[in-house]
C-alpha cells in the first residue's frame, strides 16, 4: 500500500467505520488461509484504545489482518510500556497518524470518577490504571454535573490528555510531529450508535 498522510489514515478509518455502522463491512469473514501470506506487517495507524469487549477495534473500523497496530488498556491511559509500544511502532512502520480512541460508558472512567466521589477502595494494581485517570477526573467534579454528563464529559478529557502526554512526553513522538511525518487525534467511540467520531 502506497504511504497514506494522516489525513488519508484518518478517511480511510472514517469511511471503515461507516460501513460497519451501515452493516455493509468488508472485514467481516477470515479464514486463515486466506490470510496466511501476510508475513510483514504494515500497519497503516496506531490505535491505543480501551480494553472493553464492546469495543472490538478492527471490527468497528472495518479493517484487517495487518492494517492497525492496536494497543488496548482498560481507560485508554498513557502509561510507560503503552508509550513504549507506540515508540516501536513509530519506530518500525511509516505510521501517520495515532488514534486514541475512548468510548462512551468507560468502566475505567466510572470506576475513577466513583474512587473519586466516594472514596471507594481499590486494589492496588487497579490503582495504576484510576490515577492515570483521575487527573482528569478530578477538576470535572466540582462542576456537579448531572451523572450522564459527568461521564460523558470524563471520557472526553481523558481522551485529550492521552492524545497530549502521546504528544509531549516521548522524544520520538515529538520529533516525528514536527518533521510533519506524524499526528495524534483523539476520538470518541459510541456503544450506541457504533459511531466514532474524531475530536480533533
Ligand atoms: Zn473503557
Do not use: W
Amino acid at each position: 500500500m502506497a504511504h497514506l498522510n494522516s489525513e488519508q489514515v484518518k478517511k480511510r478509518l472514517a469511511d471503515g467505520n461507516q460501513r460497519f455502522v451501515d452493516g455493509i463491512a468488508l472485514h467481516h469473514k477470515f479464514h486463515p488461509h486466506r490470510h496466511k501470506d501476510i508475513q510483514d506487517q504494515a500497519p497503516f495507524a496506531i490505535v491505543l484504545g480501551c480494553s472493553d469487549s464492546r469495543v472490538p477495534i478492527e471490527t468497528i473500523f472495518d479493517q484487517s489482518f495487518g492494517d492497525l497496530f492496536i494497543i488496548r488498556i482498560a481507560g485508554n491511559i498513557v502509561a510507560p510500556s503503552q508509550m513504549g509500544s507506540v515508540e516501536f511502532a513509530i519506530s518500525k512502520f511509516k505510521v501517520s497518524l495515532i488514534v486514541v480512541l475512548g468510548h462512551s460508558n468507560c468502566g475505567a472512567i466510572s470506576a475513577t470518577i466513583d474512587e473519586c466521589i466516594s472514596k471507594t477502595h481499590l486494589s492496588g494494581s487497579l490503582h495504576s490504571i484510576t490515577n492515570r485517570i483521575k487527573p482528569s477526573i478530578l477538576p470535572l467534579i466540582s462542576l456537579n454535573l448531572p451523572n450522564h454528563k459527568l461521564m460523558n464529559k470524563a471520557v472526553e478529557v481523558n481522551i485529550i490528555n492521552s492524545v497530549k502526554q502521546l504528544q509531549d512526553q516521548s522524544p520520538i513522538i515529538k520529533e516525528a510531529i514536527e518533521n510533519n511525518k506524524l499526528k495524534v487525534v483523539g476520538a470518541n467511540y459510541s456503544l450506541k450508535s457504533g459511531v466514532v467520531q474524531f475530536l480533533t
